[in-house]
C-alpha cells in the first residue's frame, strides 16, 4: 500500500450533497497502490456511484481486489461501484461516435451519462466520410435533450449534427488522426470554430466531463441546492418568503469618489434627476 490515505487523497465526501454528483477517481498518474487506497476508503464512506476513470489494467485490478463487484469497462477505461447505474431519470442522452478509433471516450462518456442516471444511446461509426451514415439516425437524434459528438481527425461532425436537431451539442475531441491532427488539437480548434451554434466543447479525449455536462444539462427539474457557507465566510442571508429582498440603492454621482472634487461637482450638475 501507497502509505496513508491522507499522504496522497483528500476524498470529498460532502459533493453529492453540494453538487448532487459524486466525485469520481481519475486514475491516470496514480499508483496502483493508491487507486486501490482510494477504493478501499470509498467501499464504506460513499454516497451514491463512484467512478474510477482512465483505469488501465493494473489500476482495475487493483479497483476489483478491493471491490469484487465493480462495473469494469476495458474499452472505456473506466469502473463504477456499485455496479448497477441508477434508474434514469430526466431526459435522454444520445452519444455519437465519428469513427470506431473514437469508440472509448464515447465509451467513457456514455457510460457517465448513464451512471449520473440518464437514459443513453451510442451511434458509431458515422463520421463526415459518408454523411448518408448521421443522415440515418437524425429522428434518434431529435429525441435527445442533449447529444454528445466525439470526433477526431477535422473534427467536422459536432457542427453537422448541431445543424441537424435542437439539442445543445457536447463536443469531444480526440487525439486520433494523422501528425497534422496534432493529437487532437485540430479537431479542437475546429469544434470551438464551429457555425453551427450551440455547441459547446470540452478537452480532448474528455469523454468522462462530456458525460457529466450532458447529464447536467437533462437533470429533471427540481429545487436548486441550497446555497452552503464556503469554510471562513458567511452563508448568503436571504429574505423570508413574502417579504421583499432588501437592496441598496445606487450611489448618486456627487457622491462617487474622484480626485478632484470639481469633477464630482461637474458630474453631479450633468445628471438628470428626472431621467429613467
Same mark, same amino acid.
Given at each position: @500500500?501507497?502509505?496513508?490515505?491522507? /499522504?496522497?487523497?483528500?476524498?470529498?465526501?460532502?459533493?453529492?450533497?453540494?453538487?448532487?454528483?459524486?466525485?469520481?477517481?481519475?486514475?491516470?498518474?496514480? !499508483?496502483?497502490?493508491?487507486?486501490?487506497?482510494?477504493?478501499? *476508503?470509498?467501499?464504506?464512506?460513499?454516497?451514491?456511484?463512484?467512478?474510477?476513470?482512465?483505469?488501465?489494467?493494473?489500476?482495475?485490478?487493483?479497483?476489483?481486489?478491493?471491490?469484487?463487484?465493480?462495473?469494469?469497462?476495458?474499452?472505456?477505461?473506466?469502473?463504477?461501484?456499485?455496479?448497477?447505474?441508477?434508474?434514469?431519470?430526466?431526459?435522454? &442522452?444520445?452519444? &455519437?461516435?465519428?469513427?470506431?478509433?473514437?469508440?472509448?471516450?464515447?465509451?467513457?462518456? !456514455?457510460?457517465?451519462?448513464?451512471?449520473?442516471?440518464?437514459?443513453?444511446?451510442?451511434?458509431?461509426?458515422?463520421?463526415?466520410?459518408?454523411?448518408?451514415?448521421?443522415?440515418?439516425?437524425?429522428?434518434?437524434?431529435?429525441?435527445?435533450?442533449?447529444?454528445? #459528438? #466525439? *470526433?477526431? @481527425?477535422?473534427?467536422?461532425?459536432?457542427? #453537422?449534427?448541431?445543424?441537424? =436537431?435542437?439539442?445543445?451539442?457536447?463536443?469531444?475531441?480526440? /487525439? #486520433?488522426?494523422?501528425?497534422?491532427?496534432?493529437?487532437?488539437?485540430?479537431?479542437?480548434?475546429? @469544434?470551438?470554430?464551429?457555425?453551427?451554434?450551440?455547441?459547446?466543447? &470540452?478537452?480532448?479525449?474528455?469523454?468522462?466531463?462530456?458525460?457529466?455536462?450532458?447529464?447536467? =444539462?437533462?437533470?429533471?427539474?427540481?429545487?436548486? $441546492?441550497? =446555497? +452552503?457557507?464556503?469554510?471562513?465566510?458567511? $452563508?448568503? +442571508?436571504?429574505?423570508?418568503?413574502?417579504?421583499?429582498?432588501?437592496?441598496?440603492?445606487?450611489?448618486? $454621482?456627487?457622491? =462617487?469618489?474622484? *480626485?478632484?472634487? /470639481?469633477?464630482?461637482?461637474?458630474?453631479?450638475?450633468?445628471?438628470?434627476?428626472?431621467?429613467?
Amino acid at each position: @500500500m501507497s502509505g496513508d490515505l491522507t /499522504s496522497y487523497a483528500e476524498l470529498d465526501l460532502d459533493r453529492t450533497r453540494r453538487r448532487g454528483y459524486p466525485e469520481a477517481v481519475y486514475c491516470a498518474g496514480k !499508483t496502483p497502490e493508491q487507486v486501490a487506497g482510494i477504493a478501499t *476508503a470509498l467501499r464504506d464512506r460513499a454516497e451514491g456511484v463512484t467512478l474510477f476513470t482512465r483505469a488501465g489494467a493494473e489500476h482495475a485490478e487493483a479497483v476489483l481486489a478491493t471491490l469484487p463487484d465493480a462495473f469494469h469497462d476495458p474499452v472505456a477505461g473506466l469502473l463504477a461501484w456499485p455496479p448497477e447505474p441508477p434508474e434514469p431519470t430526466g431526459d435522454r &442522452v444520445v452519444v &455519437v461516435a465519428a469513427g470506431t478509433s473514437d469508440l472509448p471516450v464515447a465509451r467513457e462518456a !456514455t457510460l457517465t451519462a448513464q451512471y449520473l442516471g440518464r437514459a443513453t444511446d451510442l451511434i458509431v461509426d458515422v463520421g463526415v466520410a459518408g454523411l448518408h451514415r448521421i443522415l440515418g439516425h437524425v429522428d434518434l437524434l431529435r429525441r435527445a435533450r442533449a447529444v454528445v #459528438v #466525439v *470526433a477526431g @481527425m477535422d473534427g467536422a461532425l459536432p457542427g #453537422v449534427v448541431a445543424g441537424l =436537431i435542437p439539442a445543445p451539442v457536447v463536443a469531444v475531441p480526440t /487525439s #486520433v488522426g494523422y501528425g497534422a491532427a496534432f493529437e487532437g488539437l485540430a479537431a479542437l480548434l475546429t @469544434m470551438l470554430n464551429a457555425c453551427a451554434p450551440g455547441v459547446a466543447v &470540452v478537452n480532448i479525449d474528455n469523454g468522462y466531463g462530456a458525460g457529466h455536462l450532458a447529464a447536467q =444539462i437533462t437533470a429533471p427539474p427540481g429545487p436548486a $441546492a441550497p =446555497i +452552503t457557507a464556503l469554510p471562513g465566510r458567511a $452563508a448568503p +442571508t436571504t429574505a423570508p418568503p413574502g417579504t421583499a429582498a432588501p437592496t441598496t440603492a445606487p450611489p448618486s $454621482a456627487a457622491s =462617487i469618489p474622484v *480626485a478632484d472634487p /470639481s469633477l464630482s461637482t461637474a458630474i453631479a450638475g450633468r445628471v438628470d434627476p428626472g431621467r429613467p
